[in-house]
């Protein structure tokens, strides 16, 4: 028997949004009848026991737990529709990182210790998931989460691109660290071998220190949205008993 642990954050209106991303989500009012419209639709129609109800959310490509294509940094890199399965479904690993603290940089050094600190060896192919523990400061303290989080420093983000891990997942709302507007992850990420090799990245996160082992299956596969920049996803760990 496998076990699933969800890895997603609830979307919710009220849901931690980087500013960049604009207001979303919008769960758009009058669109979702509750039970007693849908069988007053129904009633007279020949159907006196149906209800059905159906409702329309907006949300920004990058809103809550998502997965970013290449062509979010590089102009000729593949969109979110063009990425295959097989490349965000597949081995995975965790290392804890939550040593780093707040602004603090998630370089090589933190990530070999990590690695050696679980007995695991980050493989070719892997996805690797960067448990900060950021996740903690949410609901209540959305500037922590969104301000101080840490991130790879460009030299963790070579690492990892060298080891062509195929996706670096984090639980906070970005991998790059908060404030640092050049983004050196992003570019290393998705930027630097595009359009033919790059580094899928997966933000915002949870519950990543609940995965039982360290080596598992990562599922974060995103909606083929055309020409999109990211898509959210269900990520879950399968860990195998
Ligand atoms: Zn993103």
């Given at each position: 028997?496998?076990?699933?642990?969800?890895?997603?954050?609830?979307?919710?209106?009220?849901?931690?949004?980087?500013?960049?991303?604009?207001?979303?989500?919008?769960?758009?009012?009058?669109?979702?009848?509750?039970?007693?419209?849908?069988?007053?639709?129904?009633?007279?129609?020949?159907?006196?026991?149906?209800?059905?109800?159906?409702?329309?959310?907006?949300?920004?490509?990058?809103?809550?737990?998502?997965?970013?294509?290449?062509?979010?940094?590089?102009?000729?890199?593949?969109?979110?529709?063009?990425?295959?399965?097989?490349?965000c479904?597949?081995?995975?690993?965790?290392?804890?990182?939550?040593?780093?603290?707040?602004?603090?940089?998630?370089?090589?050094?933190?990530?070999?210790d990590?690695?050696?600190?679980?007995?695991?060896?980050?493989?070719?192919?892997?996805?690797?998931l960067?448990?900060?523990?950021?996740?903690?400061?949410?609901?209540?303290?959305?500037?922590?989460?969104?301000?101080?989080?840490?991130?790879?420093?460009?030299?963790?983000?070579?690492?990892?691109?060298?080891?062509d891990?195929?996706?670096?997942?984090?639980?906070?709302?970005?991998?790059?660290?908060?404030?640092?507007?050049?983004?050196?992850?992003h570019?290393?990420?998705?930027?630097?071998?595009?359009?033919?090799?790059?580094?899928?990245?997966?933000?915002?996160?949870?519950?990543?220190?609940?995965i039982p082992?360290?080596?598992?299956?990562?599922s974060?596969?995103?909606?083929?949205?055309?020409?999109?920049?990211?898509?959210?996803?269900?990520?879950?760990?399968?860990?195998?008993?």
């Amino acid at each position: 028997m496998s076990q699933l642990i969800d890895l997603t954050a609830e979307i919710t209106e009220e849901m931690a949004n980087h500013p960049n991303h604009g207001r979303s989500p919008l769960f758009l009012s009058g669109t979702r009848m509750n039970h007693e419209q849908a069988e007053d639709t129904w009633r007279g129609k020949g159907v006196d026991d149906l209800s059905l109800v159906n409702g329309f959310v907006y949300i920004a490509e990058h809103n809550g737990t998502h997965i970013d294509a290449p062509f979010h940094l590089h102009p000729d890199g593949k969109t979110i529709d063009e990425i295959g399965l097989e490349e965000c479904h597949g081995p995975a690993v965790w290392l804890d990182v939550s040593d780093v603290g707040p602004k603090g940089e998630i370089g090589p050094e933190v990530l070999e210790d990590a690695a050696s600190d679980a007995g695991i060896e980050v493989e070719r192919g892997d996805s690797v998931l960067l448990y900060t523990g950021w996740d903690d400061y949410l609901p209540d303290d959305e500037a922590t989460y969104l301000g101080e989080h840490p991130g790879l420093s460009e030299a963790g983000a070579e690492w990892l691109y060298e080891r062509d891990v195929s996706v670096v997942g984090i639980d906070c709302g970005n991998v790059d660290i908060a404030g640092d507007v050049s983004m050196p992850a992003h570019r290393v990420l998705l930027r630097e071998g595009a359009p033919d090799s790059y580094t899928l990245i997966v933000e915002n996160l949870r519950n990543i220190d609940e995965i039982p082992s360290h080596r598992f299956v990562f599922s974060a596969t995103p909606l083929p949205l055309s020409g999109a920049t990211a898509s959210p996803i269900r990520a879950f760990a399968i860990v195998d008993d």
